[in-house]
């Protein structure tokens, strides 16, 4: 463990408040229930309070008990799957407690070998828990459900890519929505591609910010592919320029090893500010003319002028 890194939930809120009196962008806090759970939740939100900050997403573990060996919501004991489900509405308890909205849902649930498990089974247990925790959420609430491509399971992953988690989504009810993690993805997929489909679905709930070299990294977000984030804001503002109106929840989901915790966290909310104010350069109208046009390059040199400007100056200002 890293000198001075943070033991527990109240040393955690106190590095998240740092960053954002830094940053002033960071007001909320994730809560990753067992590992942040507290007998008084009402005195937790009110130190994050007295930080500066808020209690944010509630994440449920559904993957650390022996008992998750083979799957929570996908598991083949209907014991496990209640488990599961009951550890769902203790999270969304904690919701209530915290005034949080937000229900992050990340399954490890998948099989390592052909033959494992029946995939249509584990699909049909994982549409019904779903549903079930959707209709326990409060009428203001929102679960997004996240997808990751492998890893643990390396034949299979029940809820594998953006177009199972969209439709696990769909059945659960209006509430549920996906959740794009950059990391989940196989090397070069178009994610600001994905990001633009969910959004003319009404269907982004958030993101989890992070870079990859190969697989999961967890890296620094902006220290392998800055200029895709930029595409993804792009896209974003694409939305947003024109009046729509979306809920999205920007996370940052990170693992530091090499560096410092709290300065890896403000190096990496800072790329993402750069991404966006460049993506609120980009000249849409002369975007717009060349694509009409069929100018592929005056096109993609509306957003290269847009992402090659130094933002710093203004962001520093």
């Not at 500066?52 to 449920?60: C, T």
């Not at 974003?236 to 929840?249: K, P, S, T, V, Y």
């Not at 090893?257 to 109208?285: G, H, T, Y």
Request: hydrophobic letters at 45%; one cysteine or more; aromatic letters at 10%.
């Amino acid at each position: 463990k890293q000198p001075g890194a943070a033991r527990d939930v109240h040393e955690r809120l106190a590095d998240a408040a740092q960053v954002h009196q830094v940053t002033g962008i960071c007001p909320t806090v994730a809560l990753h229930i067992p590992w942040d759970r507290v007998d008084d939740y009402d005195a937790l939100r009110a130190e994050a309070e007295g930080l500066g900050i808020r209690l944010g997403a509630i994440n449920p573990n559904v993957f650390q008990d022996a008992d998750y060996q083979f799957g929570s919501f996908g598991h083949r004991d209907p014991a496990v799957r209640r488990k599961a489900l009951d550890h769902m509405f203790e999270c969304i308890e904690i919701m209530a407690r915290t005034n949080s909205r937000i229900l992050s849902l990340w399954f490890a649930d998948g099989t390592n070998y052909a033959g494992q498990a029946d995939i249509r089974q584990r699909k049909a247990w994982f549409e019904e828990c779903l549903k079930e925790v959707h209709d326990a959420l409060r009428p203001d609430d929102r679960m997004l459900i996240e997808y990751k491509f492998f890893e643990p399971g390396f034949y299979h992953t029940d809820i594998a890519d953006w177009g199972m988690a969209l439709n696990f989504a769909r059945k659960a009810g209006p509430q549920a929505e996906v959740l794009v993690d950059l990391g989940h993805h196989p090397s070069g997929t178009n994610i600001e591609h994905i990001v633009a489909f969910l959004l003319d679905e009404e269907k982004l709930g958030g993101f989890h910010f992070n870079n990859r070299k190969y697989a999961d990294d967890d890296l620094t977000t902006g220290s392998v592919n800055l200029y895709e984030v930029f595409l993804i804001y792009h896209e974003i503002e694409n939305i947003l320029g024109a009046g729509a109106d979306a809920r999205i929840a920007y996370m940052v989901d990170q693992s530091h090893i090499v560096k410092p915790k709290i300065e890896a966290m403000i190096q990496s909310v800072l790329n993402i500010q750069m991404a966006f104010a460049c993506a609120l350069l980009v000249d849409r109208e002369a975007l717009t003319q060349a694509q009409a046009g069929g100018d592929t390059v005056a096109a993609e040199e509306a957003l290269r002028q847009a992402y090659d400007t130094d933002v710093r100056p203004l962001l520093a200002h």
